[in-house]
């Protein structure tokens, strides 16, 4: 779990599932969701890396055809940290990743 949180993308993913459980892939692909100095678009990355990453631990369902999220079947393990980083986010140090 904390591999899967140690990336700032794929918290601000998990985060927004739980706030709202359907998500479509164009409302991740966008500046905000980028990591800071990668060379690689947000896109390339949500596609090739954490959107298969997310999906291959079982956090999330991805359909790649119909570009939609949901919340997989281990999604409930995780929520809890979700909660708590989410809650406590203006506390976190700022170089926190």
């Given at each position: 779990m904390f591999d899967v949180l140690s990336h700032s993308t794929r918290r601000q993913i998990l985060v927004e599932l739980a706030d709202h459980n359907l998500?479509?892939?164009?409302?991740?692909e966008t500046e905000e969701f980028a990591a800071d100095g990668n060379s690689d678009s947000p896109e390339t990355e949500l596609h090739h890396i954490h959107l298969p990453n997310l999906a291959d631990a079982g956090f999330i369902n991805w359909g790649p055809r119909t570009e939609t999220i949901t919340r997989g079947p281990r999604f409930s393990e995780i929520e809890p940290l979700l909660v708590v980083i989410d809650d406590h986010k203006e506390t976190l140090p700022v170089d926190w990743p």
């Amino acid at each position: 779990m904390f591999d899967v949180l140690s990336h700032s993308t794929r918290r601000q993913i998990l985060v927004e599932l739980a706030d709202h459980n359907l998500r479509t892939e164009a409302a991740f692909e966008t500046e905000e969701f980028a990591a800071d100095g990668n060379s690689d678009s947000p896109e390339t990355e949500l596609h090739h890396i954490h959107l298969p990453n997310l999906a291959d631990a079982g956090f999330i369902n991805w359909g790649p055809r119909t570009e939609t999220i949901t919340r997989g079947p281990r999604f409930s393990e995780i929520e809890p940290l979700l909660v708590v980083i989410d809650d406590h986010k203006e506390t976190l140090p700022v170089d926190w990743p």
